[in-house]
Each structure stands twice: as structure tokens, then as C-alpha cells.
């Protein structure tokens, strides 16, 4: 039995009670996670991971960068992995830290947003749509690495989530035409900004104006539209490519 205001209450009645009680819920419709941060932690710790793999693997063949990197005729032959498998890697210490401490600032924020499944289908979704920015946009002879596409995609939802509920975008404003500078910069892969940033739009903008009462079936049917569509790009690429 367990103590009650008044009285005691057998164990399947509490429980049945608790399955009455409506679960808050974050503003995309996920169950607030009760301790977010925990999977933006969890990315930190597999790329520093992966990082370590690669300085252990420099000079083997194939070494952990050549088996992951995105490259275009890669891609081509058939090593679709390297969509995704390209964000966790990184060029050098400093690449992975700038890239890390946007994360540790940013991914907390969209957790909290979107609930931890939601957060991770939206990380993932940023990270090979961006790839697939590249795999268009880019010389497909050129290897491209690093979480920034990933990075970008959290940019442009937080900033619309931060629209919705009406604070102050300024500061991220200034912070994203900064790095829009930087993406300028020659061996700086502008493609992969983007394509991770209008995915971030679109997912945001979804996640924060879709009606209520339909919002988890918008958002699946967004997420479906948005990788029918990266699947097509492929298709058409690889195909492209390969004749």
C-alpha cells in the first residue's frame, strides 16, 4: 500500500491514476525530458570519440577519415553512409572544439524544445541533408568533414523556435552572419551550411506553427517529405555521376 493525504492506496490504483494524468509536453508535442542535454552530450562524447579514432588510425589505409569523409564519387559507388558518418569527423582539434561548444550551447536548448526522439530525428535529418547539399553543390573528387552542417541546422531552429515564443534573436542574428562570413572562406564547405540551415528552417518552422491538434502528424509527414527529397537528390546525383 502507499501513503495517500488520506488513507492508503493499493499499488494498481496509483498506477492507473498516473496513466489518467496528462504528461507535460515541450511546444513541438515530445515529452519534456527530464534531463536535457543528455543526448547533446552524448553527440560530444561520439564525435571526440571518433576524433581520437582518427588520430589513431593516420596512416593506416583505410584509416577512419578516408572510410568516412563525404566525398562525391564515393558516394557514388555506393558508400551512402558517409552522408551521415562525415559529421562526426573533423579536421583538426580546433574544428572539432568550435564545432563542440556550439553544440553544448545550442543542443540543450533544442532538446528542451523538442523532446529527446524528436531531437535526434532532427539532428540526424540536418546532418545528411546538409550532406546532400554537399554531394550536389560540391567537386565531388573533394572531401568534406565536420558536425557544422549539423551545427547550422540547429542554428536555423533555434532561431525560429526563439521567434515563436518572441525573444530576442539578436545576438544569434550577429553570431550567424559571422560564421555566414566564415563559410566564405576557402576549405570552409558553404554547402553544408546551408543545406543544414534550410533543413533547420524548415524543421523549426514546423515544429513551432503546425496546428496543435495535427502537429505529430505534420511533423512525421514533413519529416517524410524531407527525406523522399533528399533520397530523390541522391538518386539523381548518383545517377548523374555514375553515367
Known amino acids: 500500500m502507499n501513503d495517500a493525504a488520506v488513507g492508503f492506496h493499493c499499488p494498481s490504483c496509483v498506477s492507473e491514476g498516473r496513466k489518467s494524468v496528462r504528461q507535460p509536453r515541450t511546444m513541438a508535442g515530445g515529452l519534456i525530458p527530464t534531463d536535457a542535454g543528455r543526448i547533446s552530450l552524448a553527440l560530444i562524447v561520439l564525435n571526440v570519440g571518433v576524433f581520437l579514432a582518427q588520430i589513431g588510425t593516420r596512416g593506416q589505409h583505410p584509416s577512419v577519415f578516408e572510410a568516412g569523409a563525404?566525398?562525391?564519387?564515393?558516394?557514388?559507388?555506393?558508400?551512402?553512409?558517409?552522408l551521415l558518418t562525415s559529421a562526426f569527423l573533423h579536421a583538426g582539434l580546433l574544428h572539432l572544439l568550435f564545432n563542440m561548444y556550439a553544440l553544448y550551447l545550442f543542443g540543450p536548448v533544442a532538446e528542451r524544445a523538442l523532446?529527446?526522439?524528436?531531437?535526434?530525428?532532427?539532428y540526424v535529418t540536418v546532418a545528411v541533408v546538409s550532406s546532400v547539399f554537399v554531394y550536389w553543390?560540391?567537386?565531388?573528387?573533394?572531401?568534406?568533414?565536420?558536425?557544422?552542417?549539423?551545427i547550422f541546422g540547429l542554428f536555423g531552429l533555434v532561431l525560429v523556435l526563439m521567434i515563436k515564443v518572441g525573444q530576442d534573436v539578436r545576438t544569434?542574428?550577429?553570431?550567424?552572419?559571422?560564421?555566414?562570413?566564415?563559410s566564405l572562406q576557402s576549405g570552409i564547405?558553404?554547402?553544408?551550411?546551408?543545406?543544414?540551415?534550410?533543413?533547420?528552417?524548415?524543421?523549426?518552422?514546423?515544429?513551432?506553427?503546425?496546428?496543435?491538434?495535427?502537429?505529430?502528424?505534420?511533423?512525421?509527414?514533413?519529416?517524410?517529405?524531407?527525406?523522399?527529397?533528399?533520397?530523390?537528390?541522391?538518386?539523381?546525383?548518383?545517377?548523374?555521376?555514375?553515367?
Open 189 to 243: 564547405s558553404w554547402q553544408a551550411h546551408l543545406g543544414g540551415f534550410v533543413a533547420g528552417l524548415v524543421l523549426g518552422a514546423v515544429f513551432a506553427y503546425a496546428p496543435r491538434a495535427g502537429r505529430s502528424l505534420w511533423q512525421a509527414l514533413s519529416f517524410a517529405v524531407i527525406w523522399v527529397g533528399a533520397v530523390a537528390a541522391i538518386a539523381a546525383q548518383t545517377s548523374a555521376l555514375t553515367t
Open 172 to 182: 544569434l542574428l550577429v553570431l550567424l552572419v559571422i560564421n555566414g562570413l566564415i
Open 137 to 150: 553543390l560540391s567537386d565531388p573528387s573533394t572531401p568534406t568533414i565536420g558536425a557544422s552542417g549539423a
Open 70 to 82: 563525404m566525398q562525391g564519387i564515393a558516394v557514388a559507388s555506393g558508400q551512402y553512409w558517409r
Open 115 to 122: 523532446g529527446t526522439a524528436r531531437f535526434i530525428a532532427t
